[in-house]
């Protein structure tokens, strides 16, 4: 859990969260985000809101796209949308998917997993909905937007 943002700091708060010792020169390294320091001075406050937990980092493929091939003019389509990369965080995931853009016609198998099913059922040439990932780990949380299209073609 991040130190806190403000306020005073113990040195016992600092080993907690980071292992190192209880000596500010044991904090000499590289990396200021994760409470290490190149060079310089170091004191209690630099270590404000510092966690050794990594940034929470998720890429989803922009789009995902399915097709329907019929013999009518109204059919129903679906589409999976592809493997996101994560970084960082805890390492356990949440998920939560919301639309974000008409036309509000997609239905959704679950809006709590990593890659779920997009479905249709309509009477037109297909349409794109942007739907918001929202990924959450620990105290983190980061969302994509990703455009799902939808398309039907007669056959």
């Not at 600092?14 to 390294?29: C, D, M, Q, T, V």
């Not at 630099?46 to 009518?72: E, R």
């Not at 709590?112 to 983190?140: H, I, K, L, M």
């Amino acid at each position: 859990m991040p130190l806190p943002p403000s306020g005073q700091i113990s040195m016992a708060q600092i080993h907690a969260e980071f292992g190192r010792g209880y000596n500010l020169n044991a904090y000499r390294g590289t990396s200021h985000s994760t409470g290490t320091f190149p060079s310089g001075q170091i004191s209690f406050a630099d270590f404000h809101g510092k966690s050794n937990i990594p940034p929470l980092v998720v890429t989803y493929p922009p789009t995902a796209d399915g097709q329907f091939y019929g013999y009518d003019y109204c059919g129903g389509t679906n589409t999976q949308v592809g493997q996101p990369t994560i970084t960082g965080g805890t390492g356990v995931y949440s998920y939560s998917w919301t639309r974000i853009s008409a036309p509000a016609g997609m239905i959704i198998s679950q809006n709590d997993v990593q890659r779920p099913y997009f479905s249709a059922y309509y009477c037109n040439d297909g349409f794109v909905e942007t739907w918001r990932v929202t990924v959450t780990s620990g105290s983190q949380s980061v969302y994509n937007d990703v455009s799902i299209l939808l398309s039907y073609f007669m056959i």
